[in-house]
């Protein structure tokens, strides 16, 4: 943004003397203020200092799916109040504790990283392996330029092969800068190739799921399945298609892959149980044919309605494939709040979700799992955790699963992550969570925002084994849309970290 402005010959000039808000207030006291002053960036003001109806209203205007970059415009601007008297209808006192959350005694406070703390992946402080950030081989740029988008889905695939990889589809950008509907693979080096479209590949049909961002991808016995996401801001889909590309089905019907999309149909005896369309939700397997659908967002807002729960089979019938979902509309649990653009992973035969937004545009750090009962109905329980620091709230983020670690990468919150807070470790055993050391970070750091991140056992590689790295993060795109500069997407787009398991 600075470089943008000095191109045109109109640098900001008190942007690098009063680069924080806590320079402002010094300079609003050296020049006379002397009752008090706060200065809050317009995001905290927005957070904190508007009423739940009038967000509604801003946000109803018009079609808006840019939260993002709302919060990060907001971010770049700030408001200062200074008085020369301490009475009044409100003092600064009063102003400061009700817009900075923190400024008293508010428990959720932003709190500093730890940065001196062991890393969660590592054996142990005499055996911690630092982690390496990895740019994407330079042969590899056309192919990179494929990788250039955000709100794509992602997930792993030839899991027990001596190759897995990623499977990415959809999003917003690749080289033609639009909605995507293409379908690429990352292996575990970072390098990246794309494959032809599906009407292209499946001479018997030219079904292609659309342009899409915002929709899920998820691995299961019979392939990768495609659910939900909009192809415009008003537009959100339920449609659902099966990949079989690169994931083999079972011994029993064929061990040739297939290498085209099909249509899944929705099939439910309650037609409440099938979920609604919608976008930025998450939709995980808790064993290779159950998937569960959570949350995520419609025209009309946070899907909050008996649907947002869904837990469906994926089954094969002759040629075809549907979903039968279970009719768990019955589950009302308030305690765990409706959402969208949290996470999700599979863990142990449960669902771990954390963050996320709220209906009322609260951003969230609640953790909880969803798992059967003794009855074999489902049941939200929240994982507490203990002897360390609150959660922060995360939005736009990417989790993943090593072991029994929750790993969490980028995404937004209260405040702008730093390059030390952008990756933490939930140990999901244990109850405690810290941040995660990250050695040989790019310059300048990548803004990992509407971004995939998928954990590859190394074990799986060509290679295995070097250095004692156990397995490699493939973080993927990245980005978002600057509503005075254009898109802007994370260099490189496809990063590798390597890293110890517990």
Same mark, same amino acid.
């Given at each position: ?11 900001? /000039? ?7 808000? +806590? ?32 967000? +509604? ?29 301490? !009475? ?54 056309? +192919?990179?330029? @494929? ?28 080289? /033609? ?57 008003? /537009? ?74 869904? @837990? ?84 736009? +983020? ?54 995939? @991140? !998928? ?14 790295? !156990? ?32």
């Amino acid at each position: 943004m600075l470089t943008h402005f000095q191109s045109y010959g109109t640098a900001l /000039k008190t942007v690098q003397r009063y680069p924080t808000t +806590h320079a402002h207030e010094a300079r609003l006291r050296a020049t006379g203020w002397t009752g008090g002053e706060v200065t809050v960036d317009l995001d905290t003001f927005f957070q904190h200092g508007i009423d739940v109806d009038e967000k +509604h209203r801003v946000f109803s205007l018009e079609p808006f799916d840019e939260l993002e970059e709302h919060v990060l415009k907001c971010m770049h601007y700030g408001l200062s109040l200074a008085v020369v008297t301490t !009475t009044g209808p409100l003092t600064i006192a009063q102003w400061s504790t009700a817009l900075v959350p923190g400024s008293s005694t508010d428990s959720s406070a932003p709190r500093k990283p730890i940065e001196t703390a062991a890393s969660a992946m590592s054996v142990n402080d005499e055996t911690r392996t630092p982690h390496r950030l990895c740019h994407t081989p330079q042969g590899q740029q056309k +192919h990179s330029a @494929v990788a250039r988008r955000w709100n794509h889905a992602s997930a792993l695939i030839d899991e027990s092969s001596d190759s897995p990889s990623v499977a990415c589809f959809g999003g917003y950008g690749g080289e /033609k800068q639009s909605r995507c509907h293409d379908m690429f693979f990352v292996d575990a080096n970072g390098d990246t190739s794309a494959v032809k479209t599906s009407h292209q590949l499946n001479t018997t049909s030219s079904i292609c799921p659309s342009a899409s961002v915002g929709c899920t991808l998820t691995a299961t016995r019979y392939g990768l399945l495609l659910f939900g996401g909009r192809t415009s801001p008003v /537009k959100p889909t339920n449609d659902m298609f099966l990949w079989g590309g690169h994931c083999r089905t079972q011994p029993h019907e064929s061990n040739a892959p297939v290498r085209a999309w099909e249509p899944v149909e929705h099939a439910a005896t309650d037609a409440a149980g099938v979920p609604s369309a919608r976008w930025r939700h998450t939709a995980v397997a808790l064993d290779r044919d159950v998937v569960v659908v959570f949350g995520g967002r419609d025209a009309a807002g946070v899907v909050a309605d008996a649907t947002t729960l869904a @837990v469906g089979r994926l089954q094969r019938v002759g040629v075809g494939a549907m979903v039968v979902w279970d009719a768990t509309h019955g589950i009302r649990d308030t305690s765990f709040r409706a959402r969208h653009s949290h996470t999700a992973v599979s863990w142990q035969g449960r669902m771990v979700v954390y963050g996320g937004v709220a209906a009322d545009h609260t951003r969230l750090a609640d953790l909880a799992v969803l798992e059967r009962t003794d009855t074999a109905a489902w049941a939200w329980r929240a994982l507490h955790l203990e002897g360390c620091p609150a959660l922060p709230p995360r939005f736009a +983020h990417a989790s993943t699963v090593v072991g029994d670690t929750m790993l969490v990468v980028g995404g937004l919150g209260g405040t702008l992550p730093s390059p030390v807070e952008q990756i933490l470790a939930i140990d999901l055993a244990h109850g405690n969570w810290r941040y995660v050391t990250v050695v040989d970070y790019p310059t300048p750091p990548p803004m990992w925002i509407r971004h995939s @991140v !998928t954990a590859v056992p190394v074990e799986r590689c060509a290679g295995k084994g070097n250095d004692g790295v !156990t397995y490699k993060l493939v973080i993927v795109g990245g980005g978002g849309n600057c509503f005075t500069f254009g898109a802007f997407h994370n260099r490189p787009s496809v990063s590798v970290l390597e890293g110890r398991a517990l």
